[in-house]
């Protein structure tokens, strides 16, 4: 199975730096947000610790919307996503490939929207940079787990629009919150039984959400 | 006849689209090696059978059967199968070469690459092995198509329209291809419109008619009177 996995996981990546479709819009999208928060934020360095966090967070949403959506638009394309499920494979493996692309996109935009709100506000936001890794992998396995079967559900669906998105947000507020959280007491040097009741509370969403999106998964995709 | 004999068993298979029955409580067997035509009017459920003959569509009731084996939930049994859809299920940001290559490791060919190049030689394509389907003719893809179905040698091989877009020497290569299939006991059950092909290839003629599947009688010669499905139409 990781072979295959790994086969479905590079003929996205190889399909998306040929057709420059998503990731481009994503990066650019949460840049600008990134920007005009952290530009319209004038507050004491205590105020911007304090909102920092959720405003790192939604510009990560907003932003990585756009690449659930497009995860499985590229399937629907000539129909390639029903080819997908003709193969001897399962159906967790196909959204454990799809998962993983979208963490990996996720994180390539974390990547870029991190240092830049660091740059733009100040806000220590890698005093701690184990603390804000964990707070960061977990947030993105948490959106993506549960935006990557509710985006194999609206590709289905003709003149979809922006479903994903209504079908995301949502769900993912809980998360949203307990990351902004942990992201704020980070930037707070807080460190404490908070900081990690918090990180439980994702870790927690993004198991549930794992486990509803293996289980649904096949239910989602087919006819 | 013994479960591993018959490719496909279809039993009491329904299938309701929001609240039309497409298909009805439809029941028959294609035995290992037959070549079916599946015929009908348009919208008449051909492509709704054929889809729930492949596990692409959840039937409302009923089951298929691929060699004894249960069609839904059962991954590993794909190895079986074959499909030439109605849309080429082709990536569009991969090569031909890559898409053929993609489909042979999904189903653990060995050596994907030697297999790949053969089939490229095979159906013509393999000097355009690097170029994007929306870089070839719609004939082009559509052997393409055909070749990533055959990637994993199948058991069964399901086409829906398989020689739409397909030029003379194309249908004709098509044809010898199915008959040379048939022969060598692959099952073979394709959607076609052609009388003149579906007399040459077809050992079997079902009919998709107000969601049921009629059998086309054959005459003395064992040729199958596809007139009397069009004067049953008519009348």
Redesign the interface.
Known sequence: MT??LW??IR?DL??EY??RRTWPAMLLLGILVAVVFTVQMDLPPEGQRRIAGGLLWLAILFAGVLALDRSFA?ES????G??????????TAVYLAKLLVNVFALAALEMILIPLFIALSGVPLLAHPWATLLVAGLGNVAICAIGTPLSALAAKIPERGNLSALLVFPLIIPVLLAASEATRLIAEDRLGAEWWRWVQFVAAFALVFLVSGTVLF?FLV?? | MTGASIAIQVLRLAKVLGRRAVLKDVDFQIVAGQRVALVGANGAGKTTLLRCLASLARPSAGAVHWFGQPARGNPQARRLLGLVAHDSLLYPHLTLRENLLFAARMCDVDHPRQRVEGLLESTGLRPHGHRLPAAVSRGMRQRLSIARALVHYPRILLLDEPFAGLDTAGAEWLTELLIALGQSGRTVCFTAHDDAIISRLADRVLEVRSGRVYEIPRDSAGIPILYRSTERRAA
């Open positions: 072979a295959k086969w479905m003929k190889l399909s040929r057709s590229l394309e000539d129909h390639c029903e080819g997908l499920l003709l193969y001897p494979v399962s159906p096949d087919e006819d």
